[in-house]
C-alpha cells in the first residue's frame, strides 16, 4: 500500500513539474489578428468591413504597408478610393522619403552618365542611383583611366541641408553641404587629402543645363576661402542604352 501511495505520489509530482515546463501557446498580435479580420471580412464580401479594420489599424501606429499589398486577399481591395487612400497614407509614415519633395531635389542628377571635360575629352562615366526608398543617392563613379570613387548623398532632415560624402582610392576625402540654389546643388565643405594630411575649403556645384546635361563644378581654396581655384569640371550626357532613374529597395 505504502508502496502504491509512493508511486501515486511522485506521478503526481511528475505530471505537475511536465505540464509547467510546456511552453505556452502563443498569443496572436493585434495587428495580426487585424490582418486575419480583414482578410476574412473580404472573402465574406464585407469590402467596407476590411477597410475600416484596417483603418483602425493603421490609426493604431501600424505602417507595416507591405503586409496588406502583399496579401493576396487584402491586396483585391486595390481601386477602392478609401483602401487606395490607406495605403497611401500608410506608405508616407512607412518610407517618408518617397514622399517628401525635399528628397528629390538631387534627382537631376541621378541617371547613367558620360562625363567629358570641356573640350570633349572622356573623363570617365557615373552612375547614380536612388537607394533606401529615396532616402539615399549612391554614386559610382569610373574614370576613364580606371580609377573608382563613391559618394553618399542625401537630405539632412535634421538640418535641412543636402550633404555629400566622398571617397576614392587615392585617398581623397569629401565632406560637403548645402543645398538648391538658382544656380543648382551647391555644397561647401572641405576636402581632405589622406597621403599628405591635408586639408582644403572645397566646394561643389551641380547645374541641370536646358539641353539636359548636367555641368559639374569643384573649386578649392588653398588660402582658406579668401579665392577659388577650379579643381575638376565635367559634363555629364545620359549614355543611350541607359534607363530612366533606377529604384532600389
Known amino acids: 500500500m505504502a508502496n502504491k501511495l509512493l ?7 511528475f505530471s505537475v513539474v511536465s505540464a509547467q515546463e510546456l511552453p505556452e501557446t502563443p498569443s496572436v498580435s493585434p495587428a495580426r489578428a487585424a490582418l486575419n479580420s480583414a482578410r476574412d471580412l473580404v472573402v465574406a464580401g464585407k469590402p467596407d468591413e476590411a477597410v475600416a479594420v484596417l483603418q483602425q489599424l493603421a490609426d493604431s501606429g501600424f505602417t507595416a504597408v507591405n503586409a496588406i499589398t502583399g496579401d ?29 519633395p525635399r528628397f528629390s531635389e538631387f534627382d537631376f542628377w541621378v541617371g547613367t552618365w558620360d562625363v567629358h571635360v570641356a573640350d570633349g575629352t572622356l573623363a570617365g562615366s557615373n552612375r547614380i542611383v536612388r537607394e533606401e526608398r529615396g532616402c539615399l543617392l549612391s554614386e559610382y563613379w569610373t574614370s576613364a583611366r580606371g580609377g573608382t570613387g563613391r559618394s553618399i548623398n542625401y537630405h539632412d532632415d535634421a538640418r535641412d541641408e543636402w ?9 581623397s576625402q569629401i565632406n560637403i553641404r548645402g543645398g ?13 587629402y589622406v597621403a599628405s594630411d591635408t586639408t582644403f575649403p572645397f566646394r561643389g556645384l551641380w547645374t541641370p543645363l536646358e539641353d539636359g546635361r548636367v555641368r559639374q563644378f569643384f573649386e578649392q581654396s588653398n588660402d582658406n576661402g579668401v579665392s577659388w581655384s577650379p579643381w575638376f569640371e565635367g559634363f555629364y550626357t545620359r549614355q543611350s542604352t541607359a534607363g530612366k532613374e533606377q529604384q532600389v529597395h
Open 163 to 171: 550633404v555629400q560624402i566622398w571617397n576614392d582610392a587615392s585617398g
Open 72 to 100: 493576396a486577399a487584402l491586396s483585391a481591395l486595390a481601386g477602392r478610393p478609401d483602401f487606395d487612400a490607406l495605403v497611401d497614407e500608410m506608405s508616407a509614415l512607412a518610407y517618408p522619403c518617397e514622399h517628401d
Open 7 to 13: 508511486i501515486i505520489i511522485v506521478f503526481f509530482v
Open 180 to 192: 538648391l540654389t538658382d544656380d543648382g546643388m551647391l555644397l561647401v565643405g572641405t576636402i581632405h
